[in-house]
């Protein structure tokens, strides 16, 4: 998917988060988010996503204004961990199968084997790991075939073995021409994948770098 971000400007409050924001990723591009605590990765990625307010003209996907879609058909999500509310009641099969509607195919036993999910089946969410959460949580986000992949620091917390396994997942899927957005404080893991770094740093300013520069 192609995305545009024009001049995308947020504040919380008084103080300003991002400023005037602009950058323009075409179809299988990785954009990695960097930049220390509370600088504004997710504050963009939910930007993107419309969780936050945007105005209209600053953000397009293919060419449409976001603000004139009304549900994000191919878009996969895998939000920072720390904002889950793991109190709620609900089976890794039931995440999973309720965001895929073609019930139990190969495509989707492939993600379960892939992700190592199946000795968690059947467990409660709020009975996993910190990992073992995080996996399901980009097994979700793989399942609707995503055009646009929006990963929100997803190698907090998951072990050598997951990492490998998602960096391998993220390099095919961009061969494929998913386009990925992905926030991290881990630079080793984005080095063979991005093509431009978003850096963010206090007080909205940012620099957007491209890979062959670094
Ligand atoms: N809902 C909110 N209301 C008010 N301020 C917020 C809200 N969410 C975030 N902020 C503030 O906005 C700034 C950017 O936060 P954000 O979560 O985007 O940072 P981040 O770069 O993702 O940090 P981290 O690396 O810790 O995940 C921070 O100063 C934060 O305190
Ligand atoms: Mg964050």
Same mark, same amino acid.
């Given at each position: 998917?192609?995305i545009?971000?024009?001049?995308?400007?947020?504040?919380?409050? !008084?103080?300003?988060?991002?400023?005037?924001?602009? $950058?323009d990723?075409?179809?299988g591009?990785? /954009?990695? /988010?960097?930049?220390k605590?509370?600088?504004?990765?997710?504050?963009?990625?939910?930007?993107?996503?419309?969780?936050?307010?945007?105005?209209?003209?600053?953000?397009?996907?293919?060419? $449409?204004?976001?603000? +004139?879609?009304?549900?994000?058909?191919?878009?996969? *999500?895998?939000? !920072?961990?720390?904002?889950?509310?793991?109190?709620?009641?609900?089976?890794?099969?039931?995440?999973?199968?309720?965001?895929?509607?073609?019930?139990?195919?190969?495509? *989707?036993?492939?993600i379960?084997n892939?992700l190592?999910?199946?000795?968690?089946?059947?467990?409660? $969410?709020? +009975?996993?790991?910190?990992? !073992? /959460? !995080?996996?399901?949580?980009?097994?979700?986000?793989?399942?609707?075939?995503?055009?646009?992949?929006?990963?929100?620091?997803?190698t907090?917390g998951?072990d050598?073995?997951?990492?490998?396994?998602l960096?391998?997942?993220?390099?095919d899927?961009?061969?494929k021409?998913?386009t990925?957005?992905?926030?991290?404080?881990?630079?080793?893991?984005i080095?063979?994948?991005?093509?431009?770094?978003?850096?963010?740093s206090?007080?909205?300013d *940012?620099?957007?770098?491209e890979?062959?520069?670094?």
């Open positions: 998917m192609h545009k971000v024009k001049d995308l400007s947020f504040s919380y409050t !008084q103080r300003l988060v991002l400023n005037k924001v602009t $950058v990723l075409k179809e591009s990785f /954009l990695a /988010l960097i930049g605590n509370g600088t504004g990765k997710s504050t963009f990625i939910k930007c993107l996503l419309k969780i936050e307010p945007v105005p209209d003209n600053t953000i397009f996907y293919d060419g $449409v204004d976001i603000n +004139t879609i009304k549900n994000f058909k191919n878009v996969g *999500y895998v939000p !920072q961990k720390l904002e889950f509310n793991y109190e709620f009641p609900i089976t890794v099969n039931e995440i999973l199968s309720s965001s895929y509607l073609k019930g139990k195919d190969l495509f *989707y036993t492939s379960i892939e190592n999910l199946n000795q968690i089946y059947r467990q409660n $969410v709020n +009975t996993l790991s910190g990992g !073992q /959460l !995080q996996r399901v949580f980009i097994a979700r986000s793989l399942l609707n075939h995503p055009r646009l992949l929006i990963l929100d620091e997803p907090v998951i050598k073995e997951s990492m490998e396994t960096k391998n997942i993220l390099s899927l961009k061969k021409g998913v990925i957005i992905m926030s991290t404080h881990d630079t080793s893991f080095k063979d994948l991005a093509d431009y770094y978003l850096e963010f206090e007080l909205g *940012y620099n957007l770098i890979a062959t520069e670094v």
